[in-house]
Antibody, heavy 123, light 108 residues
Framework: QVQLVESGGGVVQPGRSLRLSCAAS????????MHWVRQAPGKGLEWVAI????????YYADSVKGRFTFSRDNSKNTLYLQMSSLRAEDTAVYYC????????????????WGQGTMVTVSS | SYVLTQPPSVSVAPGKTARITCGGN??????VHWCQQKPGQAPVLVIY???DRPSGIPERFSGSNSGNTATLTISRVEAGDEGDYYC???????????FGGGTKLTVL
């Protein structure tokens, strides 16, 4: 079945780096753009970034631009979110999400979500 | 940047109709998607492109979008409908995906 599984979360000190992964299965990964969405404890959803199906285009939320890097390895059906210069406000559950159709439109809804991985930035 | 405004909470008795609004400047010109999130779980898409329902979502869920307000309507509300609901749009001016702040639906 269609599945997204995030990993790599944990506790990290402010200013340090962390890399999240998202393993995809059950669909043709190479034809879909993919997203990261995060949710701080007790707060709402916040879109983080999108990567095109081939990794050539990326857009980031202003809150993470310049600090986070979104990449993908289509040979491994895996996404990566390299997070650097982490701040307390980056503490959140990070979800990878699939749009409901192929292509690179940001206008698509998300029809598949992973279970999320928790990142805690604290000294 | 584009802002979506949702009421923090909506309460409704079982069997009644719940309406959750999502306000935004000329939101009627955008496509609005809605997802439901239950505690400890990932979000689930319930309405997309203003009015469409994914397979497996009950017909009790419907959506509309006009002017400055999009609305998610849940008819004949059941206890299992409790959760947080988020609206979502694409802001073409920034190329960002925007979520509303979320509405907690409580079934009395």
């Amino acid at each position: 079945q269609v599945q997204l599984v995030e990993s790599g979360g944990g506790v990290v000190q402010p200013g340090r780096s962390l890399r999240l992964s998202c393993a995809a299965s059950g669909f043709t990964f190479t034809t879909y753009a993919m997203h990261w969405v995060r949710q701080a404890p007790g707060k709402g959803l916040e879109w983080v970034a999108i990567i095109s199906y081939d990794g050539s285009n990326k857009y980031y939320a202003d809150s993470v631009k310049g600090r986070f890097t979104f990449s993908r390895d289509n040979s491994k059906n895996t996404l990566y979110l390299q997070m650097s210069s982490l701040r307390a406000e980056d503490t959140a559950v990070y979800y990878c999400a699939r749009p409901f159709d192929v292509g690179n439109s940001l206008d698509f809804p998300f029809d598949v979500w992973g279970q999320g991985t928790m990142v805690t930035v604290s000294s | 940047s584009y802002v979506l405004t949702q009421p923090p909470s909506v309460s409704v008795a079982p069997g009644k109709t719940a309406r959750i609004t999502c306000g935004g400047n000329n939101i009627g010109s955008k496509s609005v998607h809605w997802c439901q999130q239950k505690p400890g779980q990932a979000p689930v898409l319930v309405i997309y492109y203003d009015t469409d329902r994914p397979s497996g979502i009950p017909e009790r869920f419907s959506g509309s979008n006009s002017g400055n307000t999009a609305t998610l309507t849940i008819s004949r509300v059941e206890a299992g409908d409790e959760g947080d609901y988020y609206c979502q749009v694409w802001d073409s001016s920034s190329d960002h995906v925007i979520f509303g702040g979320g509405t907690k639906l409580t079934v009395l």
